[in-house]
């Protein structure tokens, strides 16, 4: 069975920088696309960045491209979003979301999920 748990949100003021980390288990990263998604309130979710180990390039959105980074350790079974330059707008529950693949960097292309964790950006 596929988990996620995420982990690393909270509070930070515009121009700081926090590290997300989504712990995965029944699963090979070998095989599997790995996202970062997020959703603010009254907003459609929005794939920030998604990556698959080995195959290319990570997706990046245009409004975190420069600022974010996605990484993994696949002897922790763990990637991170490491997020710079942080804005207020970066304000959102993040959800961490894994699909056999290489699936878009879309919500509805994701089939596994982790509860998400809260990131709030003050002005």
């Known amino acids: 069975e596929v988990q996620l748990v995420e982990s690393g949100g909270g509070l930070v003021q515009a121009g700081g920088s926090l590290r997300l980390s989504c712990k995965a288990s029944g699963f090979s990263f070998d095989d599997y696309a790995i996202g970062w998604f997020r959703q603010a309130p009254g907003k459609d979710p929005e794939g920030v960045s998604c990556?698959?180990?080995?195959?290319?390039?990570?997706y990046y959105a245009d409004s975190v491209r420069g600022r974010f980074t996605i990484s993994s350790d696949s002897a922790k079974n763990t990637v991170y979003l490491q997020m710079n330059s942080l804005k207020p707008d970066d304000t959102a529950v993040y959800f961490c979301?894994?699909?056999?693949?290489?699936?878009?960097?879309?919500?509805?292309?994701?089939?596994?999920w982790g509860k998400g964790t809260q990131v709030t950006v003050s002005s």
């Open positions: 990556t698959r180990t080995s195959f290319g390039d990570p």
């Open positions: 979301a894994a699909e056999k693949g290489n699936p878009s960097c879309r919500r509805g292309r994701f089939n596994s």
